[in-house]
Structures are given as structure tokens and as C-alpha cells.
């Protein structure tokens, strides 16, 4: 199947992906430290809002073991069209795609079957006031899956259900969730916060 110029796709191998796995700084990444991998502790991770799946091939590209969640049904296809392209290229990707499982379904439904060490949410984020045009990229993600309108239903499944911890991947300076409690620390990017909440 031939792409369309401009269409959506889910890489893994070429572009940003391929670049931070070549140069993204290892587990000192702000991402890989919310999620409790540390020297000698590699946790289980859930992505319970999988996208276009980098967070997840990032973490699995560390050697975490990540079951991968999407709801949406057109996202999900990108995804396993995504993971099957780089486990061809064989290598070091197939051996992280391995790493890798998807699952199609509503995380609310899905985490209470599955035992998660750390689970990973990042809904869609607000719409950001001062960005006239957000990256052609998110828009299309966001044209497919909506608005996470149940974030905090999704956020407090995962408190009752992770083993360790859940981590919420929010804009650095958005204000918090409405209705979930208060997160145990932050780990601050640049322009993208963590709030861990520890279960354990």
C-alpha cells in the first residue's frame, strides 16, 4: 500500500523515533526516570493511551516489557502496520518490537486484567492557548482518536491497579486533572511534565 503525501504513519525505524533511540540519552531521559527504570529495575509497563507509540518504544527500547493499549480503532491499525514495518527491518528493532505488545481496547476495561508494575497515560492535552498551529501530527492524531474527555476515570483505574506507580504525561504548565488526587512528584521536561503517583 502506497502512502498518500502527508498521510499519517506510525515509524519506528526513520525521523524523530529512529533519532532519540540513537541519541535520546538512555535512561537518564525524563521519561524512563518517571517510569522507575533505574540501574538493575526494568519494570512491566502498561501505555494505557498508545498513540503513535514512541513512549512506548522508547521504554522498550530500554528493555522494558510494554503492553501497549489503543481504543481507537483506525490508530490501532497504524500502530500494528508500525510495529510489523520495523520488525522486518529485524536487528535491534525486532528485538524491541519484541518487547512490545498491542492491545486493542478502552483502558478502564483492560488495566484491571493486566498486572502493571507503572502504568503510562498521556491523554490528548488541552488544546494550548498560545499555539496557533499545533504540529500537523498532533492534529491528525487528535483527528482520529478525539478528546480524552474521561482522562481522570482513566487516571484513577490506573491508581487502583498499578503495582508500583502511574504516570501522567501532561503539558509542563497545564493545570492538573480535575478529580485525581494529588501525584506523589514531578519530573519537569521542557515542555512536558510526568506526575508520578506511587501505588506501591
Request: charged share 25%.
Amino acid at each position: 500500500m502506497t502512502q498518500a503525501a502527508g498521510e499519517l504513519r506510525v515509524d519506528f525505524v526513520n525521523g524523530a523515533v529512529g533519532h532519540r533511540l540513537r541519541f535520546g540519552g538512555g535512561r537518564g531521559q525524563a521519561l524512563a526516570k518517571a517510569m522507575g527504570l533505574r540501574a538493575g529495575k526494568t519494570p512491566t509497563v502498561v501505555d494505557a493511551t498508545a498513540g503513535l507509540g514512541r513512549d512506548s518504544f522508547l521504554l522498550a527500547s530500554l528493555g522494558a516489557q510494554v503492553i501497549m493499549i489503543e481504543r481507537s480503532e483506525e490508530m490501532h491499525a497504524l500502530l500494528d502496520q508500525g510495529m510489523q514495518r520495523a520488525a522486518q527491518e529485524g536487528g535491534e528493532f525486532g528485538e524491541i518490537i519484541g518487547r512490545m505488545t498491542l492491545l486493542k481496547g478502552d483502558a478502564k476495561n483492560l488495566l484491571p486484567e493486566l498486572s502493571a508494575e507503572a502504568i503510562l497515560i498521556d491523554p490528548m492535552h488541552p488544546p494550548r492557548k498560545n499555539s496557533a498551529l499545533v504540529k500537523r501530527e498532533l492534529r491528525q492524531v487528535r483527528e482520529i482518536v478525539g478528546t480524552d474527555e474521561d482522562a481522570a476515570d482513566l487516571v484513577r483505574v490506573a491508581l487502583k491497579n498499578a503495582r508500583n506507580r502511574v504516570v501522567l504525561k501532561w503539558p509542563a504548565k497545564a493545570d492538573p486533572i480535575e478529580g485525581i488526587q494529588a501525584c506523589s512528584h514531578q519530573i519537569l521536561g521542557k515542555s512536558t511534565r510526568y506526575d508520578v503517583f506511587m501505588t506501591g
